[in-house]
């Protein structure tokens, strides 16, 4: 059964900070997601990783995609307020279905 | 948004009765998606159908039913709804996209069991 595990689950930053959050997932798998959500909203798509070492940036975001350790990083930097929100990551599991993480609430304070 | 509409988009019921929310797309997606979000747990995999009366389960799907009898709408079913099925719902249809596939979702059902 794949897992999927983010950390942290919440974190309080100040803006201008640096900051990466982490997403594990328990079995092989050749896809992977970021995807943002602010509050009462639905989910936006970020990132789509498929191949290892895979690096992608938009703005102050940059996820990247080791499938050998099975983790996923995504590095915020120079924080600012308009990126607080909840971050997921998920992971295809066969015929597209997705296995999501717990979700990382991120509130960046000025 | 990918032209995804649900309704209704806030509901709120009694235990036991039976309730339908209604995903709508209108840009032919083969695969749809019903997901539930509950705090602590991300999204969970509820139904998705790959085509016009294909459905299969997911997750977390007892206590709930799908149908899909035209590709542009995905019904999702709770025959007897229950207080743990409080949650918000989430329909998603599969996009390809650059060459990647790429699930998107639509606004949510906040729905509310007493």
């Known amino acids: 059964e794949l897992k999927v595990e983010q950390n942290p689950l919440f974190l309080s930053m100040q803006e201008g900070k640096n900051y990466t959050i982490y997403c594990n997932y328990s079995t092989t798998s050749d896809r992977l997601y970021w995807y943002r959500q602010d509050p009462g909203k639905s989910l936006e798509s970020l990132f789509v990783l498929l191949s290892n070492g895979a690096v992608k940036q938009e703005g102050r975001l940059m996820a990247s995609l080791d499938t050998k350790a099975r983790l996923s990083t995504l590095h915020i930097t120079a924080a600012v307020h308009d990126l607080s929100a909840t971050y997921f990551c998920a992971v295809v599991q066969g015929a597209q279905k997705l296995v999501f993480g717990q979700g990382t609430r991120l509130t960046i304070n000025p | 948004d990918a032209g995804i509409t649900q309704s209704p988009r806030h509901k709120v019921t009694e235990t036991g009765t039976p309730v339908t929310l209604r995903c709508h797309q209108t840009e032919n997606h083969r695969y749809m998606y019903w997901y539930r979000q509950d705090p602590g747990h991300g999204l969970r995999l509820i139904h998705y159908?790959?085509?016009?009366?294909?459905?299969d389960k997911g997750e977390v799907s007892d206590g709930y039913s799908v149908s899909r009898s035209k590709t542009e709408d995905f019904l999702l079913t709770l025959e007897s709804a229950t207080s743990s099925q409080t949650s918000v719902y989430f329909c998603?249809?599969?996009?390809?996209?650059?060459?990647?596939?790429?699930?998107?979702f639509g606004p949510g059902t906040r729905l509310l069991v007493l």
């Open positions: 998603a249809i599969s996009q390809q996209g650059q060459g990647l596939e790429t699930q998107y």
């Open positions: 159908s790959y085509g016009v009366k294909d459905t």
